[in-house]
């Protein structure tokens, strides 16, 4: 790992062929992006969730449950480390956003106490036992309660995956009970064995919630939304559901892959054990994914899910072969984060798609809003989605076997 920082060709591939040269800068690119950005974070001043009274400042709040296998920080306002904890924990939590900020953005405090007007701030921090959790799903306005999973990904501390949840969940405008499940990851870029480990950790522990909260009374549908490594995570855990049940249980109804970094023949292995009878699945993929292609050059450039190329017989075979699967490939489309990893809660339009679409239980592939242009698609029919240019892929009818 110590010469992954080297531009030089040579320090980062075997001479093993004509790829490696290129393949050695994208990944010299994508490593030094991603240590760009970890910089970037660097400058956050930590206590971002110290709680702080907003008072008549104007903004919206999000409440949210946050499930954590991660250790807890005696540093005020950090309340979980990137450190692996004894047991679950639930946590009940207010992020208030700032009015005037654009779609998919997160507004870091500069310093602490936050400006409310400005920054996210926290509201509230309250530990719960698990039937106190219970007891919050029970407190929620609504006659019937959609809840949103969330499963972040890798070098992600826990406030920025508090506040990604919140800004999601606000931007989408849907109407989604917000679930926090957060696994152990120290947050650095030089972490990903670690991080990797952390995920294998929580699987039986997002299991759990998964479950229980497919379980309640009190929950209509789930909608299960997992980053980067954590769809590693998130099909593990339902895969373990399904062995242990003989199905996902019917009230997971969707899930939404965004960015996936799982081995694609992983993750066909991983389709066959849950069964036929599985949820919807969306896949988001992105060619330019950068932070992938340093995934893909450590994971002994086995294709990750979230960057496979439709336009290849390979790939596109693969998936048609697997019913409920719709793949939007993003990768011309323009915005978000400078690694294109996150289009998902960046970028405008994804945003709002998902949000009109998506996670209000509408398939990707109705009819669009007026004046949409249709897009290019592999593999499925032509639909009108949004203005940008996303190409859809709809899995044929046949289950994998």
């Given amino acids: 790992m110590e010469h992954i920082g080297r531009t030089d060709d040579a320090a980062l591939m075997p001479k093993a062929g004509p790829r490696w040269p290129r393949m050695g800068r994208r990944v010299a690119r994508a490593f030094?992006?991603?240590?760009?950005?970890?910089?970037?974070?660097?400058?956050?001043?930590?206590?971002?969730?110290?709680?702080?009274?907003?008072?008549?400042?104007?903004?919206?709040?999000?409440?949210?449950?946050?499930?954590?296998?991660?250790?807890?920080?005696?540093?005020?306002?950090?309340?979980?480390?990137?450190?692996?904890?004894?047991?679950?924990?639930?946590?009940?939590?207010?992020?208030?956003?700032?009015?005037?900020?654009?779609?998919?953005?997160?507004?870091?405090?500069?310093?602490?106490?936050?400006?409310?007007?400005?920054?996210?701030?926290?509201?509230?921090?309250?530990?719960?036992?698990?039937?106190?959790?219970?007891?919050?799903?029970?407190?929620?306005?609504?006659?019937?309660?959609?809840?949103?999973?969330?499963?972040?990904?890798?070098?992600?501390?826990?406030?920025?995956?508090?506040?990604?949840?919140?800004?999601?969940?606000?931007?989408?405008?849907?109407?989604?009970?917000?679930?926090?499940?957060?696994?152990?990851?120290?947050?650095?870029?030089?972490?990903?064995?670690?991080?990797?480990?952390?995920?294998?950790?929580?699987?039986?522990?997002?299991?759990?919630?998964?479950?229980?909260?497919?379980?309640?009374?009190?929950?209509?549908?789930?909608?299960?939304?997992?980053?980067?490594?954590?769809?590693?995570?998130?099909?593990?855990?339902?895969?373990?559901?399904?062995?242990k049940q003989g199905r996902v249980p019917p009230k997971i109804s969707n899930v939404v892959l965004a960015s996936p970094d799982l081995d694609i023949d992983v993750f066909e292995r991983q389709m066959q054990e849950l069964g036929q009878k599985r949820p919807q699945f969306t896949i988001f993929v992105s060619q330019n994914d950068s932070a992938l292609g340093l995934s893909r050059f450590l994971a002994g450039s086995v294709q990750r899910v979230g960057a496979v190329d439709l336009s290849q017989p390979e790939y596109a075979a693969r998936l048609e072969r697997a019913r409920g699967i719709t793949v939007l490939d993003l990768t011309a489309l323009q915005g978000g984060d400078s690694l294109n990893h996150t289009k998902f809660a960046t970028q405008p339009d994804i945003v709002r798609l998902i949000g009109d679409r998506m996670v209000a239980g509408q398939s990707v592939t109705d009819d669009g809003p007026p004046g949409a242009q249709a897009v290019q698609t592999v593999g499925g029919a032509v639909t009108n989605v949004v203005t940008a240019p996303i190409r859809i892929f709809t899995a044929g009818a046949a289950s994998l076997r």
């Avoid at 991603?34 to 104007?58: H, I, Q």
């Avoid at 949210?64 to 679950?88: I, K, M, N, Y």
């Fill in 32 to 243: 030094a992006a991603t240590m760009l950005l970890a910089l970037a974070a660097c400058g956050r001043p930590d206590g971002a969730l110290l709680p702080v009274d907003v008072g008549s400042e104007p903004g919206s709040k999000v409440d949210l449950l946050a499930a954590t296998t991660r250790a807890p920080s005696d540093q005020p306002g950090v309340v979980f480390s990137g450190e692996r904890g004894d047991t679950l924990a639930f946590t009940n939590i207010v992020v208030n956003i700032p009015p005037n900020r654009e779609v998919g953005s997160i507004q870091w405090p500069q310093r602490m106490p936050p400006d409310p007007a400005r920054d996210f701030t926290v509201t509230r921090v309250d530990p719960l036992d698990k039937a106190g959790a219970f007891q919050w799903y029970r407190n929620l306005p609504g006659q019937r309660r959609r809840v949103l999973i969330f499963v972040h990904g890798f070098n992600t501390p826990f406030d920025a995956a508090v506040f990604r949840l919140a800004q999601f969940v606000h931007d989408t405008r849907a109407d989604l009970v917000p679930v926090l499940f957060s696994w152990p990851s120290r947050g650095r870029a030089t972490e990903y064995i670690y991080d990797r480990e952390s995920t294998n950790f929580s699987r039986s522990d997002l299991a759990y919630v998964l479950a229980t909260t497919a379980a309640s009374p009190k929950v209509d549908e789930v909608v299960l939304l997992a980053h980067s490594m954590g769809a590693w995570l998130a099909m593990e855990a339902l895969r373990d559901i399904a062995l």
